[in-house]
Structure formats: structure tokens, C-alpha cells
């Protein structure tokens, strides 16, 4: 059985190591400060101007005034602080941040990333997802891994507009955990239940299965 985008958030949690300064990009990112590891100490990031963000608030704790960069209500730790987006920023073309999680639209097989803009459809901007992808030196995509027609989202190359050429080192989707490297999708965990019959129904970029592959723990 696919993860839910829970599971994907819970699965890239366990990625976080201790001190590291981590960006959370829109959507399935945003999940992950759910599942932090009790004792793991990490400073999330936003690039609207916010360092130390807590989990979600509950209905009790919402305060409108504390959103993160896709406008949905955060809470903040103890410590936290918040700043402009020059500053922000400057942290993210400084090379400040450890880890960066996005979403996409898709990904090909050399690292490319598209997830700002499909051509015809009306977006307020491209965001900070270019100035984190070309500076960021560990990124993690977190998406599904077919669209809503069933289409697979890991391509020979991107058909979407851009966001950054040969950025990206690893996905993780409803279906399994992949390394990209030597012009492949390396296939290192696959969700439970999933088999590798259905990955290769919903990969079209080149794939590579692990000898040591082995089952996600979720």
C-alpha cells in the first residue's frame, strides 16, 4: 500500500540530523515539523522572514500573524526569531541552510526540478524555491509520485518550466525512497506494500533497483 503524505513526512523526519537549519518548502514539507524526533534539536526556516518554527497550532494556538511561506499558521519555539526577507534570504544564497524539503511537479533522472509553473495556469510567483535550489547543497524532494491522471512525475527530463538544472539528489513518494545519481533513479526503499512491478509502471526516467533495497520504515 502507497504512503500517505503523512507517511512521506514522517519518513523524511528521520533524515534531520542534530543542529541542522532546515527550510520546509510548501505542501508535503510542511508536515515534517509535525514528526521531528523528541530530542533532535533542528531550526526550521521560512523564507518569508522566520527562524524557529514549532509544529502546526492547534485550534487553540492559531495566531494569524504567524504563517509560514505557503500562509498556513505556525507556532514558534522558544529562541525563535523573526526578521525581512533580505535577511531570509541572505541566509538561504549564504549556504546557511543544512537541509531543504520541496515539493515538485516533477524531477528527471540528471536532478532537474520543475515546481513553480504549469504553462496557462495563473501563479502569484515562482517563490523562493529558486534561490533555494541553487543554493542548497542537501535537497530533499517529497511528492507523489504520479499526477492526478496517473502520470509518473520521475522523467527522462522535465517537461515543465525549470525550476533548477541537476539540484536535486533525492526523492521520496508514496512509493518509495531514490537516490539520484549517474542519470538514474536509484531505488534504496520501497513502501510497504508496493511492489517493484508498480514502481516501474510509474517511473519513466531510468531506474535502478538496489541490490540491498529494502522495505521504508513508517
Same mark, same amino acid.
Given at each position: 500500500?502507497?504512503?500517505?503524505?503523512? &507517511?512521506?513526512?514522517?519518513?523524511?523526519?528521520?533524515?534531520?540530523?542534530?543542529?541542522?537549519?532546515?527550510?520546509?518548502?510548501?505542501?508535503? *514539507?510542511?508536515?515534517?515539523?509535525?514528526? $521531528?524526533?523528541?530530542?533532535?534539536?533542528?531550526?526550521? &526556516?521560512?523564507?518569508?522572514?522566520?527562524?524557529?518554527?514549532?509544529?502546526?497550532?492547534?485550534?487553540?494556538?492559531?495566531?494569524? @500573524?504567524?504563517?509560514?511561506?505557503?500562509?498556513?499558521?505556525?507556532?514558534?519555539?522558544?529562541?525563535?526569531?523573526? !526578521?525581512?526577507?533580505?535577511?531570509? !534570504?541572505?541566509?538561504?544564497?549564504? &549556504?546557511? +541552510?543544512?537541509?531543504?524539503?520541496?515539493?515538485?511537479?516533477?524531477?528527471?533522472?540528471?536532478?532537474?526540478?520543475?515546481?513553480?509553473? +504549469?504553462?496557462?495556469?495563473?501563479? #502569484?510567483?515562482?517563490?523562493?524555491?529558486? @534561490?533555494?535550489?541553487?543554493?542548497?547543497?542537501?535537497?530533499?524532494?517529497?511528492?507523489? &509520485?504520479?499526477?492526478?491522471?496517473?502520470?509518473?512525475?520521475?522523467?527522462?527530463?522535465?517537461?515543465?518550466?525549470?525550476?533548477?538544472?541537476?539540484?536535486? %539528489? %533525492?526523492?521520496?513518494?508514496?512509493?518509495?525512497?531514490?537516490? +539520484? %545519481?549517474?542519470?538514474?533513479?536509484?531505488? $534504496?526503499? +520501497?513502501?510497504?506494500?508496493?511492489?517493484?512491478?508498480?514502481?516501474?509502471? #510509474?517511473?519513466?526516467?531510468?531506474?535502478?533497483?538496489? *541490490?540491498?533495497?529494502?522495505?521504508?520504515?513508517?
Amino acid at each position: 500500500m502507497a504512503l500517505d503524505k503523512y &507517511q512521506i513526512a514522517q519518513r523524511i523526519a528521520r533524515e534531520l540530523e542534530n543542529g541542522f537549519y532546515v527550510n520546509l518548502g510548501i505542501g508535503i *514539507p510542511t508536515l515534517v515539523a509535525n514528526y $521531528i524526533p523528541k530530542g533532535l534539536e533542528v531550526e526550521l &526556516q521560512s523564507e518569508n522572514g522566520l527562524l524557529g518554527m514549532g509544529p502546526f497550532p492547534t485550534e487553540a494556538e492559531v495566531d494569524a @500573524d504567524y504563517i509560514n511561506a505557503g500562509k498556513q499558521t505556525i507556532t514558534t519555539l522558544p529562541g525563535s526569531a523573526i !526578521f525581512d526577507s533580505a535577511m531570509s !534570504f541572505g541566509m538561504i544564497r549564504s &549556504q546557511k +541552510i543544512n537541509l531543504t524539503v520541496l515539493g515538485a511537479m516533477e524531477v528527471s533522472e540528471n536532478g532537474d526540478i520543475a515546481n513553480w509553473k +504549469i504553462p496557462g495556469k495563473m501563479v #502569484k510567483g515562482m517563490g523562493g524555491a529558486m @534561490d533555494l535550489v541553487a543554493s542548497a547543497k542537501n535537497i530533499i524532494v517529497a511528492m507523489m &509520485q504520479t499526477n492526478p491522471k496517473g502520470e509518473s512525475k520521475l522523467l527522462p527530463a522535465c517537461t515543465l518550466p525549470l525550476t533548477g538544472k541537476r539540484c536535486i %539528489k %533525492k526523492v521520496i513518494t508514496d512509493l518509495g525512497y531514490y537516490d +539520484i %545519481k549517474d542519470g538514474a533513479f536509484h531505488l $534504496i526503499e +520501497i513502501a510497504p506494500g508496493v511492489t517493484v512491478e508498480e514502481i516501474k509502471a #510509474k517511473t519513466l526516467g531510468k531506474l535502478v533497483i538496489s *541490490p540491498a533495497l529494502k522495505v521504508m520504515e513508517v
